[in-house]
Each structure stands twice: as structure tokens, then as C-alpha cells.
């Protein structure tokens, strides 16, 4: 494990119709505490010690989360960074990133950041109209103005802090409008998002027939524009894993590629599960039984749920093993492979989506390569 997930605050302040956590098959959060206690911020720091030490980890990536963590308190997030910092030690580096909806993140919150050394991302759609359409406040009204601001503030006096942003896709919203608009705030790296679904709850908008490849489809107009830039404008993680992957590297997330899940989630009342985004599977499908208090994390490494996604292609459907192109798409995000007989040993529900997408690309990168060859670039 690699990437250990602090769900420090199991409640939101803003109420979007598309997230998983509260909208969706698991409705788990209901049973948490809202903000994790100092008793498990120090025995999960404990825990991911004992585990970076066994496996001698020169680092460790710890990522604040929610709901919304900004919720649970300056203090008490400064309290979880600087516990799980002690716990490490000088010798092993700790990453810490937070992921925010941006709605009350301000000047203060920036200053401790800047001296955690924490790194933020921030949850934005593109622009008003697209935005407002899904993330919204439990009364009803927009959050994109006080996003904007935030997202101002950030980029302008706080740009070392800047992680990136997370944008879902939309396909009703214009793709080249909404990726402008990202650009505004001068993200360093922008990161869509496929809406969650599977085979038994399909994605907004996604044909029946499998006929038209609408995902695809939005995601290449952004990728030619960005592509053609004169100029590299922001890294787009998702184009930039794929054609990692067409030359042979690997994929820095579970979005793509075959490489093991290195991810761990550690919800407000210390329970240990996989990838919250199972949350839109069935109901308990994240959970493992481990909890921080009597399990180690090298216990977690070996619940067969687990196991199954280190094994890369040998535990996908028959259709992805004999794709032309698995070692690229590795079968998209585990979540999106839930169907018919309540497993995951499906290709994803958006196959026909990433084939195109991938496809595409690799086309795109093949002609330069050969330009380049030949001495044509
Ligand atoms: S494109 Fe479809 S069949 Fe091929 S690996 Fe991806 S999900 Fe599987």
C-alpha cells in the first residue's frame, strides 16, 4: 500500500446529485461518526508506520478526504498530519494532499497548509452552467461562485499548494467550453472523471445498444485541443496515463493500465476498506471486516478482495484478456465492471467508450512517432 485515504469528516456541505458516497448503492455513511477521533488518527499513523517500515517505503502518500475534510477543523487537521508525520520519522517522506469541494477553504486554511505542506485538490465542473448542474447546495443554490474565489485564491497567492483539479464529465455539458473554463484557474493537472456506474446501474447517457461512444466522443474533442497546444496548457492525467501506457510505462491511477490497486481507504470510524468508489456497486461492497484497531495493513494485503486486484490481466473478463489493447485500458476502473451475476469479472461498462478513446490516441502518438522517425518533426 502506497496511498492511505483519511476520511477525517463522513459528512458534505454541498449535496451533488451524482456522488457516490451519499447518492448511491451504499449508504454505509448513515453509521459513521462525522469526524474521525484522535484515537484512530493515532493508531492508523501507527499502523501505516509499521507498514512503510516492513516493506522499507522511502514514502508514503496520505490523502485527506471526506465527505468534505475541511469540516472536521484546522485543528484537527493539522492534529492527523502532524500524528501520522511522528509516527514515520525523519527517514520516510510523507506526501500529504487533500481533496475539497473548495467551499469553505480560504486564506487561513491556506496558511496552515503552506506550513503542513499539504497539497490541494479541488473538485470543479467547468464553468457556472456545467458546474452547478450536479454540485449544489443542500438548499439548492450553486456552489461555483465560491469555488471560483477559492480557486482564485489558491492559484494566485498559494500556486506550490495547487494539486489540480477534478472535474466529472458531463456529456450534455460543451466539452471544449468546459475545458477552457478549467484553464481559468490554471490547474497544474486536471483530472476527469467518468461518472460511476456498471452494467447493472448504467452511466448517465450511455446507450443501451453500445452503438455511439458519447465519452469518448467529449473526451477527444478536450484531448485534440490539448494536444495541439503550441504550448502544454496542464497535464489531463487520464490522456497522459494512456499514452504512458502506449510507450510502456505505467499509469499513475486505477483508471486505466493493469497495475495493483496500492490504495487503501480508512473510513471515520477506523474501519479499512478498498476504493470508495465500490460504494456504487452494491451496498458493503468496499468493506474488507479490517479495522485499524486490531488489523495490521499487511493483513488487509491479503483479503481475497485484494489479492484479485494485484493480479492484473489474469483476473479480468475473458473480453479484456483477449483485447487488443488491455495492457492500455486494463479493463477501466474496477467499479465500472459490476454487472450480471454480482461480480466484477466484466469489461468495464464504458468498453466501448475507452476503445475508442484509446484507440484514438494511440493513433494520434503513432503518427508523430513515425514523423519523428522520419525526421519529419
Ligand atoms: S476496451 Fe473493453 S474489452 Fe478491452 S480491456 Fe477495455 S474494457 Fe476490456
Redo the contacts with the bound molecule.
Sequence with gaps: MRQFILKLHSRCDLSCDYCYVYEMADQSWKMQPRRMSTGVIATTAQRIAEHALAHRMPSVHLILHGGEPLLAGSDHIAHAVRTVREALGPAIRLDVSLQTNAMRLDETHLELFDELGVRVGVSLDGDEEGHDRHRRRPDGRGSHATVAAALDLLAGRYPHLYGGLLCTVDVRNDPIATYKALLESQPPRIDFLLPHGNWTEPPPGLPADGGETPYADWLIAIFDLWYAAPKRETEIRLFADIIRLLIGGTSSSEAVGLGPARMVVIEADGAVQQSDTLKSAYPGAPETGFHVFRDSFDAVLRHPAVIARQLGRDS??R??QE?P??SV????LYAHRYGEGGHFAH??V??ND??RL?TYIRGEVERDVVALLEGRR
Excluded: D, E, M, R
Design positions: 479480468l473478463a473480453a479484456c483485447c489493447i488491455v485500458c486494463g479493463g477501466g469489461p468495464s464504458y468498453c475507452l476503445f484509446i
